[in-house]
């Protein structure tokens, strides 16, 4: 028996464009690669998650007409794709079906519903309670979906029905390390019942989600026999066979992609995530405020990957208190990256300002608010830029920053989409040298020169906030792991340093709410993972 694992990008909402892919993949494989079966990621019809779209009343008659279109259209394959449905009594479920002979020839509905982290799925559908086998080339082989494999249960269920093989669709998002951990749970799965999986996985950014593929085929003793690439699209081709004691075991395979380093898979994930954002909403390219500094300088290297060179503008806005260098530095990686690239003085916006504020200013010292001006005056530049344009403004801040309020409300926060919002301040170096590892693209002296914003005399990050390396260790455990105060301390930390950190992360919430979406590369991010009330005590 030979299956084809199809990892590709089918975007949210689009149903018929994804009833079509499904077509073209399936022929392919049928024609090309003599497939007896094809085997697609979860919600291949709507793209996930679909959120409130699946309340719809109109999207279920679309669901249906795009489900005979492809029946018909994939005869002499068995297609297993995944879409939602609604029953006659109108409850809703998170269904795979097998599409045989220009009918459906088989249905299942999940079991288990992920209702943590960035998964909300209890709000949408009600859970399946039985198991769905179906032969195929005289195999027997269930479908499941998803999180049917995180927890006990289905899988037993399964081998308990006969299964030989079990299915495995999915649309399941990148974090750090989630592929080691993917194939770990399925391990753990095998110890209910010694099973082989194919499991097909999603691929593609979708708001602040960004999914890497990494479709597997795992044997019954654990061992993975065949791995697709991380981030890139394709057909998996698995053919499996029976073994002297009759086992349905998969053929040994040289299609077995390395896992990606950490540093690459996060470059790869926020690359496809600016990619996707960009052009499924249609923008025509790409603004960045090109400081100087590391975050502008790791965004622009990230964009013009993402991009090209040709849909990508730096923008350089000095004030009275940039340094000469970082304007050399931020040229030269423009020119070194091929971008265009302008110059605006901030300099008459700001001192305009000052003119405007000074009469209810008079007698108040100068403080974070002329700091807090300068960032607004440069987000005004931008937007306007971006209006003009149509390219979104992407906006160059990061975890670290977020999680803490070291950033400006509708300043260096203004913009579209937030690339390293989830990224740490420590990633961010590890990162751009990561870019620079066979040509020198950041400036090196952006790496090794102190953070700054510019906004004040001989101004540095450390002036505001403990060593990145210490503030980043109390991020990771207070809003990654959820750990106290007196975990932390227990565990070595300074407690006066610990508070103040604490005290900025919960006080800066309501920041967080107004920032742009941004890809989620860590276990934990803002936004879909943490939602914590703005006001509390």
């Known amino acids: ?42 919600l291949t019809l709507t793209g996930y998650p679909p959120e409130d779209l699946l309340l719809r009343d109109e999207l279920y008659p679309r669901l249906e007409a795009a489900l005979g279109q492809m029946a018909t259209a994939t005869r002499g394959i068995d297609v297993v794709l995944g879409l939602p449905e609604r029953s006659a009594d109108g409850r809703r479920f998170n269904a795979a079906v097998l599409l045989r002979d220009g009918a459906v020839a088989a249905r299942y509905h999940k079991w288990r519903l992920p209702n943590y982290g960035v998964f909300d799925e209890k709000r949408y559908f009600e859970a399946g309670d039985r198991p769905c086998l179906v032969e195929v080339a005289g195999c027997r082989l269930a479908l499941t979906l998803c999180e049917d494999l995180w927890g006990e249960g289905p899988m037993a269920a399964a081998a308990q029905a006969g299964a030989e093989l079990v299915l495995n669709l999915n649309a399941s998002p990148f ?72 086992a349905l075991v998969p053929r040994p395979s040289r299609a077995l992609a390395a896992p990606l380093e950490p540093e690459e898979s996060v470059w790869r994930a926020l690359v496809r995530a600016v990619r996707d954002y960009v052009d499924k909403n249609g923008f025509p390219g790409a603004l960045i405020g090109l400081s100087g500094g590391i975050d502008s300088a790791l965004t622009l290297a990230i964009a013009v990957d993402a991009l090209g060179a040709e849909r990508v503008e730096a923008v350089l806005l000095p004030s009275r208190y940039t340094q000469p260098m970082s304007l050399e530095d931020a040229r030269r990686q423009a020119e070194r990256q091929g971008v265009a690239h302008r110059t605006l003085s901030i300099e008459p916006t700001f001192t305009a300002l000052l003119e405007t504020l000074q009469e209810p200013f008079a007698g108040l010292p100068v403080d974070t608010t002329e700091e807090n001006l300068q960032a607004r ?34 300043g260096d926060m203004a913009g579209g989409f937030a690339v390293l919002k989830d990224v740490p301040k420590t990633l961010v170096y590890r990162l751009a040298r990561w870019r620079n590892r066979d040509r020198e693209v950041i400036p090196k002296r952006v790496i090794e020169r102190p953070p700054s914003a510019e906004l004040a005399p001989d101004q540095k990050d450390s002036d505001s906030l403990p060593p990145y390396e210490l503030l980043d260790a109390i991020i990771e455990q207070y809003v990654e792991q959820d750990a106290s105060i007196e975990a932390m301390v227990a565990a070595g930390l300074d407690r006066a340093t610990v508070e103040r950190v604490v005290r900025l992360i919960d006080r800066n919430e309501y920041k967080r709410r107004q920032a742009a979406p941004g890809p989620r590369i860590t276990h934990r991010a803002f936004s879909r993972d943490r939602r914590y009330p703005i006001t509390r005590r």
């Open 377 to 410: 005056c440069r987000g005004v530049l931008l937007m306007a830029l971006s209006n003009k344009s149509g390219r979104i403004v992407l906006t160059t801040g990061n975890k670290s920053e977020m999680a803490v309020g070291y950033a400006t409300l509708y």
């Open 175 to 246: 974090h750090l390390a989630k592929g080691h951990q993917r194939e770990a749970t399925l391990r753990a799965r095998q110890r209910e019942a010694a099973l082989p999986i194919a499991y097909a996985n999603l691929v593609g950014g979708q708001d602040e989600l960004v999914f890497d593929g990494e479709s597997f085929v795992i044997a019954a003793d654990g061992n993975v026999t065949h791995r697709f690439g991380a981030f890139e699209e394709g057909l998996l081709v698995a053919d499996f066979e029976r073994a002297a004691s009759g």
């Open 1 to 42: 028996m030979r299956i084809a694992l199809a990892q590709f990008d089918f975007p949210v909402a689009a149903v018929e464009a994804n009833a079509a892919q499904v077509i073209e993949r399936a022929s392919h494989a049928r024609d090309a690669l003599a497939a007896d079966l094809i085997l697609f990621p979860e």
